[in-house]
Protein backbone atom coordinates (compact mmCIF):
# COMPACT_ATOMS: atom_id res chain seq x y z
CA UNK A 1 0.00 0.00 0.00
CA UNK A 2 1.62 3.00 -1.03
CA UNK A 3 1.39 6.13 1.37
CA UNK A 4 -1.75 6.37 2.22
CA UNK A 5 -3.74 9.77 3.09
CA UNK A 6 -0.42 10.32 5.07
CA UNK A 7 -0.45 7.82 7.38
CA UNK A 8 2.67 7.69 9.43
CA UNK A 9 3.93 3.82 9.07
CA UNK A 10 2.86 2.90 12.64
CA UNK A 11 -0.64 4.14 12.00
CA UNK A 12 -0.37 1.74 8.76
CA UNK A 13 -0.35 -0.80 10.70
CA UNK A 14 -2.54 -0.01 12.88
CA UNK A 15 -5.12 0.67 9.92
CA UNK A 16 -4.46 -2.55 8.85
CA UNK A 17 -5.18 -4.49 11.76
CA UNK A 18 -8.31 -2.43 12.50
CA UNK A 19 -9.41 -3.11 8.89
CA UNK A 20 -8.45 -7.08 9.71
CA UNK A 21 -10.76 -6.49 13.08
CA UNK A 22 -8.44 -6.72 15.79
CA UNK A 23 -9.89 -5.11 19.37
CA UNK A 24 -7.60 -2.17 20.68
CA UNK A 25 -5.93 -4.15 23.26
CA UNK A 26 -4.96 -7.05 20.25
CA UNK A 27 -3.45 -4.26 18.64
CA UNK A 28 -1.32 -2.77 21.39
CA UNK A 29 -0.14 -6.25 21.94
CA UNK A 30 0.64 -7.06 18.35
CA UNK A 31 2.28 -3.56 18.26
CA UNK A 32 4.29 -4.08 21.67
CA UNK A 33 2.57 -0.96 22.39
CA UNK A 34 0.03 0.44 25.23
CA UNK A 35 -3.85 0.32 24.80
CA UNK A 36 -3.28 4.12 25.59
CA UNK A 37 -0.94 4.52 22.34
CA UNK A 38 -3.19 2.08 20.44
CA UNK A 39 -5.96 4.67 20.63
CA UNK A 40 -4.09 7.56 20.10
CA UNK A 41 -2.96 6.07 17.24
CA UNK A 42 -6.44 4.59 15.81
CA UNK A 43 -8.01 8.60 16.70
CA UNK A 44 -5.19 9.83 14.88
CA UNK A 45 -6.00 7.22 11.69
CA UNK A 46 -9.61 8.04 11.99
CA UNK A 47 -8.71 11.88 11.73
CA UNK A 48 -6.42 11.03 8.59
CA UNK A 49 -8.93 9.24 6.59
CA UNK A 50 -12.11 10.97 7.73
CA UNK A 51 -13.63 8.40 9.46
CA UNK A 52 -15.70 7.61 12.64
CA UNK A 53 -15.82 4.01 12.88
CA UNK A 54 -14.10 0.80 12.24
CA UNK A 55 -16.59 -0.38 10.20
CA UNK A 56 -16.44 3.02 8.49
CA UNK A 57 -12.74 2.46 7.85
CA UNK A 58 -12.78 -0.77 7.02
CA UNK A 59 -15.10 0.52 3.97
CA UNK A 60 -13.46 3.23 2.81
CA UNK A 61 -10.01 1.28 2.48
CA UNK A 62 -12.32 -1.60 0.22
CA UNK A 63 -14.03 1.13 -2.03
CA UNK A 64 -10.75 3.00 -2.43
CA UNK A 65 -8.12 0.23 -2.80
CA UNK A 66 -10.01 -2.69 -4.07
CA UNK A 67 -13.11 -1.45 -6.24
CA UNK A 68 -11.33 0.26 -8.34
CA UNK A 69 -9.42 -3.29 -9.47
CA UNK A 70 -12.90 -4.62 -10.67
CA UNK A 71 -13.47 -2.25 -13.43
CA UNK A 72 -10.59 -4.19 -15.21
CA UNK A 73 -12.88 -5.73 -17.05
CA UNK A 74 -12.12 -9.45 -14.69
CA UNK A 75 -15.37 -9.27 -12.75
CA UNK A 76 -18.43 -10.05 -15.55
CA UNK A 77 -22.26 -9.45 -14.79
CA UNK A 78 -24.39 -12.08 -14.40
CA UNK A 79 -27.02 -12.56 -16.85
CA UNK A 80 -29.47 -15.38 -16.13
CA UNK A 81 -30.53 -17.98 -19.05
CA UNK A 82 -33.56 -16.92 -20.80
CA UNK A 83 -35.91 -20.32 -20.52
CA UNK A 84 -38.64 -21.01 -22.86
CA UNK A 85 -41.94 -22.27 -22.48
Request: aromatic content about 8%; overall charge positive; proline content about 2%.
Amino acid sequence: MEALHGLSRRELDVARLLARGLSTEEIARRLWISRHTAKDHIKSVYTKLDVTSRHELTAKLFFEHHVPSFDDGSVREFTPKHTTS
